[in-house]
């Protein structure tokens, strides 16, 4: 019995020691990369070189990548980094695509076979259904990056403007 009391001391001792050690000598991490990335369109599209907003906005942080370098946050994007970052702003690089207006994936219902390559290619799960099922578009979550269109071997994906779209739930 006094070895588990002295055992159930010891671990509340060690314990409270962690606690305050971690509480003590922590360290804050850079807060940079969280700003360039709360002004990233958030559309994980890849089109910027990176697999996604935080990346690249990582490696903005880091200069390894340039701020014009993402067509779906476009001209007003660059310039809100170019400020941000305390840089000139540049145009929009076109060897990383164009800026165009928002859109989001409309799925042919009828003619979609079911196949579920677009559930893999979409980088934010906008898309629901199932393998042999027909799949559909939460437009609200969809962010237009367009990487399930060219995965659809029956072509049955559109991008349409997110303005022609219906009001969307909570908006």
Known sequence: MAAIIVLSLLFAGFGWLLSFSSKRLATEGDPLPDKIDALLPQTQCGQCGYPGCRPFAEAIARDEADINQCPPGG????????????????PLDPAFGLEKPPAVAVIDEPRCIGC??????????????????????????????????????VDCIDMMNAAAQPPRLGS
């Not at 001209?75 to 540049?90: D, F, I, M, T």
């Not at 579920?116 to 934010?124: E, G, H, K, R």
């Open 116 to 153: 579920a390559l677009c559930l893999q290619a979409c980088p934010v799960d906008a898309i629901l259904g199932a393998p042999k099922f027909m799949h559909t578009v939460l437009s609200a979550e969809c962010t237009g990056c367009e990487l399930c269109v060219p995965v659809c071997p």
């Open 75 to 90: 001209e007003s994007c660059v310039l809100a980094l170019a400020e941000l970052l305390g840089r000139e702003p540049k």
